[in-house]
């Protein structure tokens, strides 16, 4: 009988999480336990723990993710992409960062109006680091901004791509499976949130009707219009229930899933470089992948014309909600979850491939040390390649699972040529030269020469052994 897998659950409180692990096979490991596969945690894991990983071992969040999931950081990072890439990332709505670009905003402001105030001009104001739709308001008034509150302002999104007469945004699943290389699925499926009341274009008798402005489902359900539905019909139900009504207005479904994967793509690279740097000076020895992060990406659509739409991005969840109040959402929640484990699951081939590297790493340990600059190089270029054809090993096992689940892999694309113009828009990452900045680093530093220095003293018992046959 085959050993079953371990996964620490310490830090995860979501019920379905955890019957959905055990579902798979999974056996949740005791408080204490260090021999697991899997951590899978609700928030993201303190650097002192994500440092003390294992090569067997792989959570469910990267360092670096909140560059894009708090709202500030998104619109930092999507607005340096703009400067650089104009055509390619007007997906996202002008956003401006108070305090800091509260001068810009003005000027800009006073730009599109002319005066203080004009009834085309509308903004919406959200908290930089909020959720579920708390403190999220519309004007046109520059008076009701304050310029010093830690805010993110927006272009209020024109022409909203209606269904049944009312705005709605979807919650798209993305998960990433590495961040260098890149690898990226989209979950063919997700939610549909619709508001509860019919859509009229910001007036000011109605810029205070979150019903009618605010797609957030906290915000909806206590509507006296919300209705439950069946994952087909209601207040929310699934993307591809939303998608069907689209097909029959005429809209092409699978243009529309292209706009969606080429945001995310987008989107992942505007922040990859920075996220790669971080993974690596963390994990500097992993061969096998040490994370992965499900994302849920907001998005609504934008009507060009009849039978034409622009996904337009408005924002990047960490961690999006897995709980579930009716039997459909569980049941999406639910595939959702199991399709994630089947693909991250390390399994018997890849198992089998890490005890391979471990035999490995007991002969370069056991080996005389090289002594020539040369040896050096060459020693380093062979690791390299070595690295490279595990990672396209772990790929190529990702990918046949996937096929297997709802996912779908959107990068690197099928086409060479196109994945080689999306890498053609990263922007290289310079370490910041601040005193915060330093200070993290050599924080990292410290923490991951305390953990090689437990390491060495691992390795010398190691050393110690015969080698696995």
Same mark, same amino acid.
């Given at each position: 009988?085959?050993?079953?897998?371990?996964?620490?659950?310490?830090?995860?409180?979501?019920?379905?999480?955890?019957?959905?692990?055990?579902?798979?096979?999974?056996?949740?490991?005791?408080?204490?336990?260090?021999?697991?596969?899997?951590?899978?945690?609700?928030? $993201?894991?303190?650097?002192?723990?994500?440092?003390?990983?294992?090569?067997?071992?792989?959570?469910?969040?990267?360092?670096?993710?909140?560059?894009?999931?708090?709202?500030?950081?998104?619109?930092?990072?999507?607005?340096?992409?703009?400067?650089?890439?104009?055509?390619?990332?007007?997906?996202?709505?002008?956003?401006?960062?108070?305090?800091?670009?509260?001068?810009?905003?003005?000027?800009?402001?006073?730009?599109? $109006?002319?005066?203080p105030l004009e009834k085309n001009a509308t903004f919406i104001v959200k908290p930089e680091a909020s959720s579920q739709g708390k403190g999220i308001f519309l004007t046109r008034n520059l008076d009701d901004i304050d310029p010093m509150g830690r805010i993110i302002v927006q272009d209020y999104i024109s022409k909203p791509l209606l269904m049944e007469n009312k705005k709605v945004?979807?919650?798209?699943?993305?998960?990433?499976?590495?961040?260098?290389?890149?690898?990226?699925?989209?979950?063919?499926?997700?939610?549909?949130?619709?508001?509860?009341?019919?859509?009229?274009?910001?007036?000011?008798?109605?810029?205070k009707d979150a019903f009618v402005h605010l797609t957030n489902y906290s915000i909806n359900k206590a509507s006296e219009n919300f209705v439950e539905g069946s994952g087909t019909d209601g207040?929310?139900?699934?993307?591809?229930?939303?998608?069907?009504?689209?097909?029959?207005?005429?809209?092409?479904?699978?243009?529309?899933w292209k706009e969606i994967a080429d945001v995310v793509i987008k989107t992942m690279l505007a922040v990859q470089p920075k996220q790669a740097h971080l993974y690596n000076t963390c994990f500097p020895n992993h061969v096998a992948p040490a994370c992965f992060e499900l994302l849920g990406f907001d998005v609504m659509l934008k009507r060009v014309k009849q039978g034409v739409a622009k996904a337009m991005l408005i924002e990047v969840n960490l961690s999006p909600s897995l709980n579930s109040d009716t039997p459909w959402d569980r049941i999406i929640k639910r595939q959702l979850l199991m399709d994630i484990f089947n693909i991250v699951n390390p399994g018997s081939a890849l198992k089998k491939a890490l005890a391979a590297e471990k035999a490995k790493g007991f002969q370069r340990? $056991?080996?005389?040390?090289?002594?020539?600059?040369?040896?050096?190089?060459?020693?380093?270029?062979?690791?390299?390649?070595?690295?490279?054809?595990?990672?396209?090993?772990?790929?190529?096992?990702?990918d046949k699972r996937a096929k297997k689940t709802n996912f779908v892999k959107i990068f690197p694309c099928s086409d060479p040529a196109q994945t080689a113009t999306y890498e053609g828009l990263r922007l290289p990452y310079e370490v910041p030269a601040t005193v915060a900045s330093k200070g993290r680093h050599d924080s990292i530093q410290k923490q991951l020469e305390e953990q090689?220095?437990?390491?060495?003293?691992?390795?010398?018992?190691?050393?110690?052994?015969?080698?696995?046959k």
């Amino acid at each position: 009988m085959p050993k079953k897998i371990k996964i620490n659950l310490d830090l995860c409180h979501h019920e379905i999480v955890q019957n959905t692990a055990a579902e798979v096979g999974f056996v949740k490991t005791e408080t204490e336990d260090e021999d697991f596969k899997l951590i899978w945690s609700d928030r $993201t894991l303190p650097l002192e723990r994500v440092i003390t990983l294992r090569p067997h071992q792989r959570c469910n969040h990267f360092i670096g993710t909140p560059e894009i999931a708090r709202k500030d950081n998104l619109g930092k990072n999507l607005a340096r992409m703009l400067k650089a890439h104009p055509k390619e990332y007007d997906f996202f709505p002008r956003t401006w960062t108070l305090p800091g670009d509260f001068s810009a905003f003005r000027a800009e402001f006073d730009a599109i $109006t002319g005066k203080p105030l004009e009834k085309n001009a509308t903004f919406i104001v959200k908290p930089e680091a909020s959720s579920q739709g708390k403190g999220i308001f519309l004007t046109r008034n520059l008076d009701d901004i304050d310029p010093m509150g830690r805010i993110i302002v927006q272009d209020y999104i024109s022409k909203p791509l209606l269904m049944e007469n009312k705005k709605v945004d979807l919650r798209i699943y993305v998960l990433v499976t590495s961040c260098d290389p890149l690898r990226i699925y989209l979950y063919k499926d997700g939610l549909a949130r619709f508001c509860t009341s019919d859509y009229v274009a910001p007036q000011a008798s109605n810029m205070k009707d979150a019903f009618v402005h605010l797609t957030n489902y906290s915000i909806n359900k206590a509507s006296e219009n919300f209705v439950e539905g069946s994952g087909t019909d209601g207040s929310k139900r699934s993307v591809n229930a939303a998608f069907d009504l689209l097909a029959a207005d005429g809209y092409d479904v699978d243009e529309i899933w292209k706009e969606i994967a080429d945001v995310v793509i987008k989107t992942m690279l505007a922040v990859q470089p920075k996220q790669a740097h971080l993974y690596n000076t963390c994990f500097p020895n992993h061969v096998a992948p040490a994370c992965f992060e499900l994302l849920g990406f907001d998005v609504m659509l934008k009507r060009v014309k009849q039978g034409v739409a622009k996904a337009m991005l408005i924002e990047v969840n960490l961690s999006p909600s897995l709980n579930s109040d009716t039997p459909w959402d569980r049941i999406i929640k639910r595939q959702l979850l199991m399709d994630i484990f089947n693909i991250v699951n390390p399994g018997s081939a890849l198992k089998k491939a890490l005890a391979a590297e471990k035999a490995k790493g007991f002969q370069r340990l $056991t080996a005389p040390k090289s002594k020539s600059d040369s040896d050096r190089v060459l020693e380093r270029q062979e690791q390299e390649d070595h690295h490279r054809k595990f990672n396209e090993f772990v790929e190529q096992l990702e990918d046949k699972r996937a096929k297997k689940t709802n996912f779908v892999k959107i990068f690197p694309c099928s086409d060479p040529a196109q994945t080689a113009t999306y890498e053609g828009l990263r922007l290289p990452y310079e370490v910041p030269a601040t005193v915060a900045s330093k200070g993290r680093h050599d924080s990292i530093q410290k923490q991951l020469e305390e953990q090689q220095r437990k390491d060495e003293l691992s390795k010398a018992k190691f050393k110690s052994r015969p080698a696995p046959k």
